[in-house]
């Protein structure tokens, strides 16, 4: 038996129930809500804020965060340029099979670098892929540093941190922003509305 680096011998095999007949039964349609930002910024609240806000309206949603994937599915990973690649790598292939089930799914990661986040885009059909931008100061994520991890990354304790002493490229072309409305932050409730409301604006929440 021979060992191959890329196997050439494998193929898609297509299945009876697909996509359109997942989302009429369940009477929305698939996507990906990517949320990006740099630690602190509320990621993680907003997703599971839109999760419970979806999940009001009767509307099956998953939520991916990038911390609790790092306890299995890449716990394997550190935070290297190329291992923060793989990492993003992962959770966009996933992210497009729960989509492909006809699922909103809500990812929550920092996802520091654009081309990678492009290349999780490029995986689904055009539309299919909402980037929302926490757009939110360096100097409010730091004051809140509800990990602790600015105060160790500025002492110097963690390397390449996002935001400190690795770069964070912010979106170009973003579906949603969310920024503080004079200094003061929105409520999840707010954020979570906007990003529900784009949803049903575009038809996410419904079958047709």
Known sequence: MSTLGKPANIFWHE??????ER???LQQKGCVVWITGLS????STLACSVGRELHNRGKLSYVLDGDNLRHGLNKDLGFKAEDRAENIRRVGEVAKLFADAGLICVASLISPYRRDRDACRALLPDGSFVEVFMNMP???CEERDPKG???LAREGK???FTGIDDPYEPPLNCEIEIQ???GICPAPSIMAGQVVTYLEDKGFLHEQ
């Open 40 to 43: 602190g910024s509320g990621k």
């Open 149 to 151: 991890l600015y105060k």
């Open 180 to 182: 503080q409305n004079d």
């Open 23 to 25: 989302q009429k039964l």
């Open 15 to 20: 299945c009876p129930v697909g996509k359109l």
């Open 158 to 160: 963690i390397k390449g």
């Open 138 to 140: 360096l100097k409010v």
